[in-house]
């Protein structure tokens, strides 16, 4: 069928016998490129005309490099990757009806939580944003996209701990799609016209792109898997350590920056696509104690337990309090394996989030 519609198209767009060519060329040559696409993504092809964020893709759009062929945009969705198993996040359909999961239900797996540290910031945003669910959700490019939107948390994250996760509640797509941080001098809005992947174009900022690379200062690096519709992406900010660290469904994928200590930061996210979303379902804060450096020991020595207050023997009093103030720690899942040789190619696997934030709070300890 492929081979059929482009036979057809190319005949319709070289043949020589016509003089003049009609308004539905353009039409035809995004039917052919997104055919040729498909055909190409079989064969393993580098290469892509359209970003397919809703618009076409023209000299403003950034360039992919051919050494990150395995994380290259796509305008087909992701998929497979969703933290639950959920008809409408395990599929996502193709073109015409690519935006149709936006009219069903949103899954509400993982959405635990009734009280929130912050939510999205009403007036620090891109234009093309719209906000819903008590401003914990944002719309992305209601219509079509023309560029990058992007926004920042209402609160800034000052000394102590942070935690917070960002549940895909869209098709993922396009040219980026990233969740990351970035301090007040982020310019949410510069690139409303320029398709790009906005968090980590500069030293204020880190972005994790839904195609497993790692922004800053206008570099990338391989750090994950991808993530599609469904999935949850934790941060944690570690503001007296200075780690950043990222996870992906509720497992670490590793530390993504160090030496943070002693700067302003907001949460971000930001979004090429059109008609996409994303909805904060966790947003946590507490002080770095000596009750917090406990309860993050307890989770290390007891990985395996989806929450490891279940099985210490305390008062359910105590259980509670803990629970209340610091389960979002006791329930993270820091992988303690050994490293691998998928692991720097983007396994979600990563034994770095384990060793590195322990041998960094135990080099902090011994300075105090």
């Known amino acids: 069928m492929a081979e059929l519609i482009s036979t057809s198209a190319d005949a319709y767009l070289r043949g020589g016998s016509m003089a003049r060519r009609p308004r ?50 796509s305008a087909i969705p992701v ?15 193709y073109c015409s009806s690519l935006h149709a999961l936006h009219r069903v239900r949103d899954c509400r797996c993982g959405e635990e939580d009734e009280y929130f540290d912050w939510v999205w910031d ?22 079509y996209s023309c560029g990058t939107a992007a926004i920042r948390g209402n609160k800034e994250l000052a000394e102590g ?28 809005d510069k690139y409303r016209h320029t398709f790009c992947s906005l968090l980590g174009k500069d030293e204020d900022s880190w972005g994790l792109s839904y195609t497993g690379l790692l922004h800053h200062k206008g570099d990338k690096t391989n750090f994950s898997s991808r993530f599609g ?28 920056a160090t030496k943070l200590q002693n700067k302003k930061f907001y949460p971000m996210v930001c979004s090429t696509a059109a008609k996409s979303s994303m ?9 770095t104690s000596l009750q917090y450096l406990c309860c993050f020991r307890l989770r290390q020595l007891l990985p395996d337990y989806v929450d490891t207050l279940e099985v210490l023997p305390l008062p359910p009093g105590l259980k509670q309090v803990l629970h209340n103030k610091l389960g979002w720690v006791l329930s993270m899942n820091y992988s303690t394996s050994k490293p691998s040789s998928s692991s720097s190619s983007g396994s979600d696997s990563d034994s770095s989030c384990g060793s590195d934030a322990e041998a960094c709070q135990r080099k902090r300890c011994r300075r105090t």
């Open 24 to 73: 539905s060329s353009r039409a035809w040559r995004f039917v052919l490129s997104g055919v040729r696409r498909e055909a190409d993504g079989r064969a393993g092809a580098r290469g892509w005309g359209y970003d397919s964020d809703g618009q076409h893709s023209d000299s403003d759009s950034e360039p992919e490099f051919s050494s990150l062929s395995p994380s290259i945009p």
């Open 279 to 287: 909805k904060v379902i966790r947003s946590c804060a507490s002080r």
């Open 161 to 188: 701990q942070h935690f917070w996760e960002i549940k895909m509640t869209s098709p993922v797509y396009g040219t980026d799609m990233m969740v990351g941080i970035g301090t007040s001098d982020v310019n949410l």
């Open 229 to 256: 519709q469904g999935s949850i992406i934790g941060v944690h900010l570690d503001t007296w350590h200075g780690t950043l660290t990222f996870f992906k469904n509720r497992k670490c994928i590793g530390v993504a």
């Open 122 to 143: 009403e007036v620090n945003k891109s234009t093309a944003t719209l906000l819903t669910c008590d401003n914990r959700k944002v719309n992305f490019h209601m219509e």
């Open 79 to 93: 998929t497979g990757e969703s933290y639950c198993n959920c008809e409408n996040q395990s599929e996502a359909p």
